[in-house]
C-alpha cells in the first residue's frame, strides 16, 4: 500500500482518538470532567504501550525484535493499525466511562488488547490470517485499491 495513503488514513484517525475522549465527558457533570479525561487518557496511554509492547507483535505474528530495531525506519503500518487500535479503545472506555475507573482500564486495555484483538486482527491483517487468505480488506486496503484505481484512469 502507498506510505503517502497510510499516512493520510493515520492523520484522517488522530483528531478522532483526540476529540472523541471531549466529546464524551463533556456528557456528564463538570464535577467529573477531569476524572473522565484522566480515564480515558490513561486508558489511550496505557493503549499504546500495549500496542507497542506486544500488540502489533501478536496481531501480525512478528518476531518481537523486529518491531524496536532503531535501524529500521518506523513501519508506517504500524502506526495506521495502531491509530485504528487505540480509536477502538477510546471507543469503548467512553461507553463504560462512568461505571468503571482509570485502575480497571489499566488492567483491561493490556488483556483486550492480547486476548480480543490482537487475535482478531491477526485474522485479516497477517498475510497468514484466516479472513486475509480469504480475500477479506480491511478500510485502508478497501479505501487504497479504490484510490489507486482512480489514480491510474
Known amino acids: 500500500m502507498d506510505n503517502n495513503y497510510l499516512l ?5 484517525m488522530l ?19 477531569d476524572h473522565h479525561l484522566t480515564t ?14 506486544f500488540g502489533n507483535v501478536e496481531a501480525f505474528h512478528l518476531v518481537s525484535h ?3 530495531n532503531l535501524a529500521q525506519p518506523l513501519d508506517i503500518n504500524l502506526v495506521v493499525q495502531m491509530a485504528f487500535y487505540l480509536y477502538a479503545v477510546i471507543m469503548f472506555t467512553g461507553t463504560v ?6 485502575q480497571f482500564f489499566a488492567g483491561f486495555v493490556p488483556l483486550w488488547t492480547l486476548l480480543v484483538y ?3 486482527a491477526n485474522l485479516i ?3 497468514h490470517g484466516l479472513l486475509n487468505q480469504l480475500g477479506a480488506l480491511d478500510f485502508p486496503a478497501v479505501w487504497s485499491s479504490i484510490y489507486q484505481r482512480a489514480s491510474h484512469h
Do not use: D, H
Open 66 to 68: 523486529q518491531l524496536f
Open 97 to 102: 466511562l462512568q461505571r468503571l475507573n482509570w
Open 40 to 53: 480515558m487518557m490513561v486508558a489511550v496511554l496505557i493503549g499504546i504501550a500495549s500496542w507497542l509492547s
Open 118 to 120: 490482537a487475535p482478531l
Open 125 to 127: 491483517w497477517s498475510p
Open 15 to 33: 483528531p478522532m482518538i483526540l476529540f472523541v475522549p471531549v466529546m464524551y465527558a463533556n456528557r456528564y457533570p463538570k464535577a467529573e470532567l
Open 8 to 12: 493520510l488514513c493515520t492523520l484522517v
